[in-house]
């Protein structure tokens, strides 16, 4: 089998997982002359846009699309009937090189199925990584799928190439995970996150990146996960849980949401349908709002919930709090101002800054790029007061939901 | 009127030179006429030269904001941008604070045309596309780009750093960048025919794009938003998008119309690989036991259950909580904080930690997620019940003399009821199986004590309750 035909069918099989990034690493150049690459520390450069919308930053493949284990929800599960492919290492290291020096990608992003057993398979993959390192001094972004329960040694020496490492926890529930991946061992995934960050702490601990010896560094971007959302009956309040669980007890830089898509070949056990995409940006939105905004899990859903799918989850809570408004734009703390509908990160930064000298108005809104409909009837502006009674009306969610149309009579 | 003529599109140096003058002179935005040499505003330059200002030494002081906006404003393609920039100067002059001002609108127009020239260089860093001339080591790299903005100085270091190892050119209409493999260098625009057509790489390349694209999640306006048309004409993929947008529903639609295939049965599984060896003793088959316990629901959020460690002839049993953060995430009791006061305050009342077992009352960390980190939470009564059997089996496992308590948590557990520490620490009490037990404070306590003077005095009391189970130990040790 030819290389191309090879990557056709380990890029395939790699599409599934959600994770794309190459942000939060390292700084990192080849202006010493020797090798090749560069990593931005703090945003991932995105070269390319397939037509999902998603963004194409690494090479993403797997190293092998055999896999022992019989996942349901997962394309290359071993009683799949799909044609499979495995690289060797030269050519998964002459590709990436190849592909870099086009500027295509930003580096790897490599995983693979389980084949004989984890530290096998955790070799073929470090070995990879370890050969664009040392013989090409490549210094690109890396980031390797991490086999659970592989040998310590090889974790450590994922860490010492790769910038990120993940694990995907793949089921928001431990009951889902047993019912689809029989073989999948939710514990032990865990275990290995747990070791992760045990060893991502004594790294930050020894030190800056500069003064930190090279046996020392270790995943400077990080562990991620994914969960697959849509195959299982999880609410998105559980689904939530187990993120911000996640993050508290891993340090994970990011959980990735996975809508299930329906798969080729796909187990007779599985709903056949297209992927709940919305539902999927809801739990982005909700995400973002844990990890940026200061929102509690429990703020954003109620137990055993889910998340509306008609308007943003943070419109949702304002809404569900309209005791706490209107608030005075001029006067509220950052806090408070975080919670107001239509308001980013940077928007209430720029509105900190600018009300030390002058007072905002309602003209202003455009400026400080905040939209109006979804923010005037929770704030107050110099010349802007809501009426009292709108706030109240029980209609105003209908503001806004997308317009409702007519259904057409067919003539 | 005052009539500025700058060297290039990008001369950043001459308008700040220009403009500083100006201000100095007190000479009003309005007038002041900006043009580039050799640019069409310069066609309607008056013939008549502008009456010379003096260059005074004179300075002012600036906002360092300013300074980063100006220098990426100034490379936008609008023609009134010095003109904009001379505006927001001179009134910041006497008003320094206006920089921070996101929505006076000189600001916001200044941020807005900043923001457009930092994309535009982003995009240019994303989408460039190198295309090889020559093989192997006689290899050079070649791209054809068309930037919005007079970019191509912001931007060429970028690839100067990246690609350091190789010969690279970037063409484009305004100017052209080049890597020698030492030094960058510029030469004037051309025009793309001047540019290679093709790469050898370049139908792997689409093979990829077409293969890592989802045709169940078709999002095309998504796509648009970060990857805008303008940019496609110079991208090797572009030329299948529209393909492949065209045939995903089709595609979907037989991914969800195909039948489930017969599985395919391979002929031997190997073993699940993530469950872990069977035990090999008693001890051993105890602690696999416990990994899959589920008394209570507090194995839901925890890593993992922490169990007992230590050598099965111990006489010593330290019982403590709970694991915390640490144990939790190395799956090893007293290895965190309280654990290193523990290994200390036992080193210093003589007692060998390798010959004693350590073990916890409750075996999964108990917490609740606050952002980044974990809060630790007391085990309720119910919890404490439900890990008992753990700790029964584990003492007729080991058979210990004595059994140390250390905090509420842990007496709870060995006299199975509530038991102040306060009323029993410090003495040797007899068990009704005839074991010995001894209370104290749990080493986590000693962390937490805000007065250091406390915490010395509680700390030499937590060594001499060690020193009893010393004692003991000694003597048996003395005995075997």
């Known amino acids: ?411 | 009127m005052q009539y500025i003529t700058l060297d290039t599109e990008t001369d950043f140096d001459g308008w700040r030179k220009a403009a500083r003058t100006l201000v100095l002179h007190h000479v009003k935005p309005t007038d002041v006429t900006w043009a580039v040499q050799g640019g069409e505003a310069e066609l309607f330059a008056p013939s008549a030269p502008s009456p010379i200002l003096e260059v005074n030494d004179g300075t002012f002081n600036v906002s360092g904001k300013f300074v980063d906006l100006a220098q990426a404003a100034i490379l936008h393609r609008d023609p009134e941008r010095f003109a904009i920039l001379y505006r927001l100067l001179f009134r910041l002059k006497d008003n320094h604070d206006l920089i921070e001002v996101a929505t006076d609108p000189d600001v916001a127009l200044v941020t807005v045309m900043a923001r457009a020239v930092h994309r535009d260089e982003h995009k240019m860093h994303a989408f460039v596309r190198f295309r090889e001339i020559g093989r192997e080591r006689a290899a050079h790299y070649v791209a054809w780009f068309e930037p919005e903005h007079y970019i191509v100085e912001l931007a060429a270091p970028f690839f100067a750093k990246r690609f350091a190892d190789m010969p690279w050119s970037i063409l484009t209409p305004d100017l052209c960048a080049h890597w020698d493999g030492h030094a960058l260098s510029f030469t004037p625009g051309v025009s793309k025919s001047e540019a290679p057509g093709e790469d050898r790489l370049e139908e792997t390349w689409r093979r990829y794009y077409a293969s890592i694209f989802n045709p169940a999640r078709l999002k095309v306006k998504a796509m648009q938003t970060e990857m805008p048309k303008k940019y496609w004409r110079n991208l090797p993929e572009a030329s299948i998008i529209r393909p492949l947008i065209e045939d995903a529903e089709r595609m979907t639609g037989a991914m969800i119309a195909n039948a489930a295939t017969d599985p395919h049965k391979p002929q031997k599984r190997p073993e699940a690989p993530m469950k872990r060896k069977l035990a090999a003793d008693d001890l051993e088959a105890l602690r696999e036991e416990a990994a899959h316990c589920r008394a209570c629901h507090l194995y839901k959020d925890a890593t993992q259950t922490v169990f007992g460690e230590g050598p099965k002839n111990a006489n010593i049993m330290l019982v403590g909580e709970q694991p915390g953060d640490k144990e939790d995430l190395a799956g090893h009791p007293f290895v965190g904080p309280a654990g290193q006061m523990l290994d200390r305050a036992l080193a210093e009342a003589g007692v060998d930690r390798k010959k004693v077992y350590v073990t916890n009352a409750v075996k999964h960390f108990k917490f609740v997620p606050r952002g980044k980190i974990r809060l630790h939470q007391k085990p309720t009564t119910p919890e404490i019940r439900a890990c008992r059997q753990w700790y029964e089996r584990e003492v007729s496992a080991i058979q210990p003399d004595l059994i140390v308590a250390m905090g509420a948590t842990a007496a709870q557990s060995v006299f199975g009821k509530i038991t102040p520490i306060g009323k029993t620490r410090g003495r040797v009490i007899d068990l009704p199986d005839g074991r010995k037990a001894l209370v104290t404070v749990h080493p986590s306590y000693l962390l937490r004590l805000p007065d250091p003077e406390a915490k010395v005095l509680e700390y030499q009391r937590f060594v001499e309750d060690l020193k009893i189970a010393a004692a003991l130990q000694r003597k048996s040790s003395r005995a075997a």
């Open chain 1, 1 to 411: 089998m030819d290389v191309q035909r090879k990557l056709e069918i380990l890029a395939d099989a790699a599409k599934y997982d959600a994770s794309c990034a190459s942000s939060g690493t390292e700084k990192r150049d080849s202006s010493d002359g020797k090798g090749m690459g560069s990593t931005a520390p703090g945003m991932g450069i995105c070269h390319s846009y397939a037509p999902d919308g998603r963004c194409i930053s690494l090479l993403k493949v797997l190293f092998t699309n055999a896999c022992n284990y019989d996942c349901l929800y997962c394309v290359n599960r071993a009683s799949s009937n799909v044609p499979r492919a495995r690289f060797t290492i030269d050519e998964l290291v002459k590709l990436t090189i190849d592909f870099y020096r086009r500027n295509y990608i930003e580096g790897l992003f490599l995983s693979s199925g389980i084949i004989r057993n984890p530290d096998y398979t955790m070799e073929q993959v470090v070995s990879v990584a370890r050969k664009l390192r040392e013989e090409h001094h490549f210094r690109g972004y890396i980031h390797l799928k991490t086999i659970p329960e592989a040998d310590d040694a090889l974790i450590a020496e994922a860490g010492k190439y790769a910038d990120r490492l993940s694990i995907n926890i793949e089921m928001p529930e431990e009951t889902s995970l047993q019912q689809f991946a029989p073989e999948k061992d939710v514990r032990a995934i865990r275990r290995t996150m747990g070791r992760l960050r045990l060893k991502l702490d004594e790294a930050e601990e020894g030190g800056t990146a500069k003064t930190k010896t090279k046996s020392q560094r270790f995943a400077p971007a990080g562990q991620s996960t994914q969960m697959i959302v849509g195959a299982d009956g999880a609410s998105d309040h559980t689904i939530l849980h187990t993120s911000s669980n996640l993050y508290g007890s891993y340090r994970l830089r990011r959980v990735y949401y996975s809508a299930f898509s329906p798969i080729p070949d796909a187990s007779r056990a599985l709903p056949l349908r297209a992927p709940p995409l919305l539902r999927e940006h809801r739990l982005y939105q909700a995400d973002w709002l844990m990890r940026f905004y200061g929102f509690d899990v429990g703020e954003i859903v109620d137990g055993g919930a889910m998340l509306p799918l008609d308007i943003d989850p943070k419109l949702a809570w304002a809404l569900r709090h309209r005791d706490r408004f209107p608030l005075d734009v001029n006067r509220a703390s950052r806090e408070e101002l975080l919670r107001v509908p239509g308001f980013g990160t940077k928007a209430v930064e720029r509105i900190i800054a600018t009300r030390r000298t002058t007072t905002i108005r309602l003209s202003d809104l455009a400026r400080l790029h905040v939209p109006r409909n979804k923010a005037l009837p929770f704030i107050v502006l110099s010349d802007h007061r809501p009426s009292p009674h709108r706030l109240d009306e029980v209609r105003l969610i209908e503001r806004f939901k997308p317009k409702a149309t007519q259904l057409g009579l067919g003539f």
